[in-house]
Antibody, heavy 121, light 107 residues
Framework: QVRLVESGGGVVQPGRSLRLSCVASGFTFSSYVMHWVRQAPGKGLEWVAFISYDGGIKYHADSVKGRFTVSRDNSKTTLFLQMNSLRAEDTAMYYC??????????????WGQGTMVSVSS | DIQLTQSPSFLSASVGDRVTITCRASQGISNHLAWFQQEPGKAPNLLIYAASTLQSGVPSRFSGSGSGTEFTLTISSLRPEDFATYYCQHLNSYPITFGQGTRLEIK
């Protein structure tokens, strides 16, 4: 079945780096755009990053621009989020999500279970 | 950036009730709006896309409407499994944003 599985979260000190991964299965990964979304404890959803089918187009939220970079490896059906210069306010559950394409108005139709990132000294 | 404001932020209702959640956009977004349900400890689940189209597998008691700047999500007859938090999201342009959420609790 269609599935997204995130990994790479953990506890990290402020200023350090972390790389999240999201492995996709059950669909043609290279045909769909992908996103990262995060949710701080007890808070709402915040879109973090977008990457196009081939990785040629990327967008990042202002809150992470210059520190986080989204990328993908279609040969390994894997999405990544490289997070540098981490701050306490980056503490959140990080979800990867699949774009549903034009038929779904580009809505995020499949989500992973999330991976938790805690930034603390 | 486009801001989305949901109302109410908190809603208390009973099984069988009809409830409506409103999402207002700070500028026109045509029908580029989605609705999600999120249960505690779980990932969001897509309910509605393109403002009014029901995602496959979602019960027909859920419906969406609206265009431009004002949108609604209606649950026609609440069931116990519907008590969760609901978010609207626009897909009109980047950055994509979400509403602040509406927490639906059992009265």
């Amino acid at each position: 079945q269609v599935r997204l599985v995130e990994s790479g979260g953990g506890v990290v000190q402020p200023g350090r780096s972390l790389r999240l991964s999201c492995v996709a299965s059950g669909f043609t990964f290279s045909s769909y755009v992908m996103h990262w979304v995060r949710q701080a404890p007890g808070k709402g959803l915040e879109w973090v990053a977008f990457i196009s089918y081939d990785g040629g187009i990327k967008y990042h939220a202002d809150s992470v621009k210059g520190r986080f970079t989204v990328s993908r490896d279609n040969s390994k059906t894997t999405l990544f989020l490289q997070m540098n210069s981490l701050r306490a306010e980056d503490t959140a559950m990080y979800y990867c999500a699949k774009g549903g394409g034009r038929p779904l108005g580009d809505a995020f139709d499949i989500w992973g279970q999330g991976t938790m990132v805690s930034v603390s000294s | 950036d486009i801001q989305l404001t949901q109302s109410p932020s908190f809603l208390s209702a009973s099984v069988g009730d009809r409830v409506t959640i409103t999402c207002r956009a700070s500028q026109g977004i045509s029908n580029h709006l989605a609705w999600f349900q999120q249960e505690p400890g779980k990932a969001p689940n897509l309910l509605i896309y393109a403002a009014s189209t029901l995602q496959s597998g979602v019960p027909s008691r859920f419906s969406g409407s609206g265009s431009g700047t004002e949108f609604t999500l209606t649950i026609s007859s609440l069931r116990p499994e519907d008590f969760a938090t609901y978010y609207c999201q626009h897909l009109n342009s980047y950055p994509i944003t979400f509403g602040q959420g509406t927490r639906l609790e059992i009265k």
